[in-house]
T-cell receptor, first 113, second 115 residues
Framework: DQQVKQNSPSLSVQEGRISILNCDYT??????FLWYKKYPAEGPTFLIS?????DKNEDGRFTVFLNKSAKHLSLHIVPSQPGDSAVYFC????????????FGQGTRLTINP | DTGVSQDPRHKITKRGQNVTFRCDPI?????LYWYRQTLGQGPEFLTY????????KSRLLSDRFSAERPKGSFSTLEIQRTEQGDSAMYLC?????????????FGSGTQLSVL
């Protein structure tokens, strides 16, 4: 069962515009959420995170929003740059002291010049 | 910070052969994880160590898979009698100890192809 879902396999955005990547989850016990970015032939690298007690976290061009009632989070990138082209993974920590992360399927973001 | 190191980067093997992968975590990280990623999917949790103790194993980790971290530093993942379905990227990650996990630091992975 896929507890963390990224329903858009791909997204194409023009350079300078806003990129919005979405993620839905089913387990209400998730207590911490992260976004990772992955380039080809490299491992995922951490981008930004948010605790379940918050609804927004911002770091430079990246902002993560959490809507607990909808079990939905999103990553906003503004302005989008060509170097942002990568696969983005949403991840969640199960809570209850669990020491692992559960990942979504990923969304491939392409920034067009 | 030398990062998480995995070896080899690529491995091609024939069905039925055994393979072993190595992971060197960031020094002083006492948690070490193995994940598997197949095409079009996100990383799937396989197992995790706290120092040398293997504390959790996924049901994805069949009895053909074994992972060790004998001295709490590097780790090995062995797959016996490989099958074509084992073809995937095997990712190792580490994190500092203390409290709940907040971030995993991933290596570049080992790409396994079973012919």
């Amino acid at each position: 069962d896929q507890q963390v879902k990224q329903n858009s396999p791909s997204l194409s955005v023009q350079e300078g515009r806003i990129s919005i990547l979405n993620c839905d989850y089913t387990n209400s016990m998730f207590d911490y959420f992260l976004w990772y970015k992955k380039y080809p032939a490299e491992g995922p690298t951490f981008l930004i995170s948010i605790s379940s007690i918050k609804d927004k976290n911002e770091d430079g061009r990246f902002t993560v929003f959490l809507n607990k009632s909808a079990k939905h989070l999103s990553l906003h990138i503004v302005p989008s740059q060509p170097g942002d082209s990568a696969v983005y993974f949403c991840a969640a920590r199960p809570g209850g002291g669990a020491q692992k992360l559960v990942f979504g399927q990923g969304t491939r973001l392409t920034i067009n010049p | 910070d030398t990062g998480v190191s995995q070896d080899p980067r690529h491995k091609i093997t024939k069905r039925g052969q055994n393979v072993t992968f190595r992971c060197d975590p960031i020094s002083e990280h006492n948690r070490l994880y193995w994940y598997r990623q197949t095409l079009g999917q996100g990383p799937e949790f396989l197992t995790y160590f706290q120092n040398e103790a293997q504390l959790e194993k996924s049901r994805l980790l069949s009895d053909r898979f074994s992972a060790e971290r004998p001295k709490g530093s590097f780790s090995t993942l062995e797959i016996q009698r490989t099958e074509q379905g084992d073809s995937a990227m095997y990712l190792c990650a580490s994190s500092p100890g203390g409290g709940v996990v907040k971030r995993l630091f991933f290596g570049s992975g080992t790409q396994l192809s079973v012919l």
